[in-house]
């Protein structure tokens, strides 16, 4: 009964920007971890960025750092991912996740384990 969908995907020139939303549905997710994850065509999917419900601390991965910026709204029902100075290589389908596992693991571990997932939207970076 959970769901997790993505808005805000498409085509941008490189330099330009784009706001992603997630809309969380079918219970409270008070206390959870929220992140986005990205797939570029043949890599694994990697967190870019991730944001604790509970405290609202963020997390970052190094190549998005004072470009993307993750946020929540107040009823913390929908999580934002707002990327700047887009570049080509941003270009993936990006998901949003959300789970409960410990904050202190995000970004210490690989393949950081999330219990809801959305079936992404496709950011696609033109040079």
């Known amino acids: 009964q959970v769901q997790l969908v993505e808005f805000g995907g498409g085509l941008v020139q490189a330099g330009g920007s784009l706001r992603l939303s997630c809309a969380a549905s079918g219970r409270t997710f008070s206390g959870y971890i929220m992140g986005w994850f990205r797939q570029a065509p043949g890599k694994e999917r990697d967190l870019v960025a991730a944001i604790n419900l509970s405290g609202g601390s963020t997390y970052y991965r190094d190549s998005v750092k004072g470009r993307f910026t993750i946020s929540r709204d107040s009823a913390q029902n929908t999580v934002y991912l707002q990327m700047n100075n887009l570049k080509p290589e941003d270009t993936a389908i990006y998901y949003c996740?959300?789970?409960?596992?410990?904050?202190?693991?995000?970004?210490?571990?690989?393949?950081?384990?999330?219990?809801?997932w959305g079936k992404g939207t496709l950011v696609t970076v033109s040079s």
């Open positions: 996740a959300a789970g409960t596992g410990s904050w202190y693991l995000v970004g210490r571990v690989a393949n950081y384990g999330m219990d809801y």
